[in-house]
């Protein structure tokens, strides 16, 4: 158990629809990044917030955002679904030490549009 | 763009024998690899990490991984395979300016143990 949780462990939903996957970090993690793994894609670098704020970037879509709240937890919202957003959404929470940093995985959640 | 390569997307060993999963990076600065293993519906798990120092590293499970720099690998060896071993592997490189940081991952190793 790595001590980073996601709700839910499952979710199915229909396309055209909007779904929020949320994250705690382990305690005392102040840094909270997000994952997509497909078939097709691999695993695919989101997003990293960092004590509240935005701090990277990656191939995310505009049709999904994310926000790290006050607590620290995150959510990863996902709108107008579509069927190749099906997908494993990991999130990961470091507690970041610079170059020693190391990031520690939840269960995931699997999505799946249908 | 730092990046990674695994080589061979299936590995098939005998249980008993040595274990070899390999992955070459690419960086234009010191590199920071990790190996993490996915086990059957599960999430990703840290096997070990390489940041700075010795180039040996002993992870978990007995799974220990080599920096060449040299080479530019990063590979991944165990003595002696065992059959919960079967799982897919995937080998990472950080990247991180500031606080801003991410992980690119290569695109996975499936081992197959078999008696």
Known sequence: DSGVTQTPKHLITATGQRVTLRCSPRSGDLSVYWYQQSLDQGLQFLIQYYNGEERAKGNILERFSAQQFPDLHSELNLSSLELGDSALYFCASSVYRGREDTQYFGPGTRLTVL | AQSVTQLGSHVSVSEGALVLLRCNYSS?????????????????????????????????????????????????????????????YFCAVRTYTGTASKLTFGTGTRLQVTL
């Open chain 2, 28 to 88: 234009s600065v010191p590199p920071y690899l990790f190996w993490y293993v996915q086990y059957p519906n599960q999430g990703l798990q840290l096997l070990l990490k390489y940041t700075t120092g010795a180039t040996l590293v002993k992870g978990i499970n007995g799974f220990e991984a080599e920096f060449k720099k040299s080479e530019t690998s990063f590979h991944l060896t165990k003595p002696s395979a065992h059959m919960s071993d079967a799982a897919e």
